[in-house]
C-alpha cells in the first residue's frame, strides 16, 4: 500500500507540474506575440498620413507601457484591472484614428494593413489576460499537498515501527517540497523565482525611443 501510495503522489505530482508548465508557456508565447504585434502596428503606423500618424505613434507608445504594466502586475489584483482598463481606453483611441485614416484615403492600402494588425493588437490583450488568469486549479494543487502529506505521514509511521532511519522519508519529503515549491511557482507569474519575462516588450519600448524608420507619406 505505501508503494502504491507513493506512486500515485508521483503521477499526482507529475499531472500539477505538467499544467504549470504548459501555463507558463503560454503566458511567454502571449508576451511575445503581444510584443510582435504592437511591433507591426507601431511600423505600420508610420506609414499613415499626418495628423493621424503622429498621434497614433503616440498612443502606441503609451501602449506599450500599459502592456508592460500588465506583465508586472499580480493577476486578477487591482492593478492588473487597471492596466487593461487603460489598454482599452488606448484601445478606442487608435480604432477612432484608424477609422479616420480609412475615411481620408478609402482606397489606400495603408491604412488598411494598419487597420488590420491593429485589430490583431487589441484581440492579444484579451490572450494575454486569459493567460495570466488561467491558473493550475485549487483542486489539483490541494490535492497534491494532501496526497504527498498522506504518504509522507504513512511512510514515517512505517519505518518508525520498523525502528529504521528516518533518513528516507527526509529525502522523500525534500523532493516533494521541492516539486511542490516549482508547481506554485510557476502558477505565479509576476511573483516568485520563476516569472514570465517582460523582455520583448521591453526591449520593443526601447526602440521606440529611436526616430521612426519611415518618414510620413508625402500628400499628392
Known amino acids: 500500500m505505501q508503494a502504491a501510495l507513493l506512486g500515485l503522489v508521483g503521477l499526482v505530482l507529475a499531472f500539477g507540474l505538467a499544467l504549470a508548465v504548459g501555463r507558463y508557456e503560454s503566458r511567454r508565447d502571449a508576451v511575445v506575440n503581444d510584443a510582435n504585434a504592437i511591433g507591426t502596428t507601431y511600423l505600420r503606423a508610420q506609414t499613415l498620413a499626418e ?3 503622429t498621434r497614433s505613434l503616440e498612443l502606441l507608445v503609451r501602449y506599450t507601457d500599459t502592456s508592460i504594466r500588465l506583465s508586472r502586475a499580480v493577476p486578477t489584483s487591482a492593478a492588473q484591472r487597471q492596466a487593461v482598463a487603460d489598454g482599452q481606453k488606448l484601445q478606442g483611441q487608435l480604432w477612432g484614428l484608424a477609422g479616420q485614416a480609412l475615411a481620408d484615403a478609402p482606397v489606400a492600402s495603408a491604412p488598411r494593413l494598419y487597420v488590420e494588425t491593429l485589430n490583431e493588437m487589441i484581440d492579444m490583450q484579451t490572450v494575454r489576460v486569459a493567460a495570466l488568469n488561467n491558473r493550475v486549479p485549487g483542486a489539483v494543487l490541494a490535492v497534491e499537498v494532501t496526497f504527498a502529506a498522506v504518504a509522507l505521514g504513512l511512510l514515517g509511521f ?4 520498523l525502528g529504521r532511519s528516518v533518513l528516507p522519508v527526509l529525502l522523500a519529503a525534500g523532493l516533494i517540497s521541492l516539486l511542490l ?6 502558477d505565479r507569474p509576476t511573483r516568485g523565482l520563476i516569472r514570465v519575462p517582460a523582455t ?3 526591449n520593443l519600448r526601447a526602440s521606440m ?3 521612426p524608420a519611415a518618414s510620413a507619406p508625402s500628400k499628392p
Not at 158 to 161: D, G, H, M, N, P
Not at 181 to 186: A, G, K, P, Y
Open 209 to 211: 525611443d529611436l526616430p
Open 51 to 53: 495628423p493621424m500618424r
Open 181 to 186: 515549491l516549482v508547481t506554485f511557482d510557476l
Open 158 to 161: 512505517y519505518l518508525a515501527i
Open 200 to 202: 520583448p516588450l521591453t
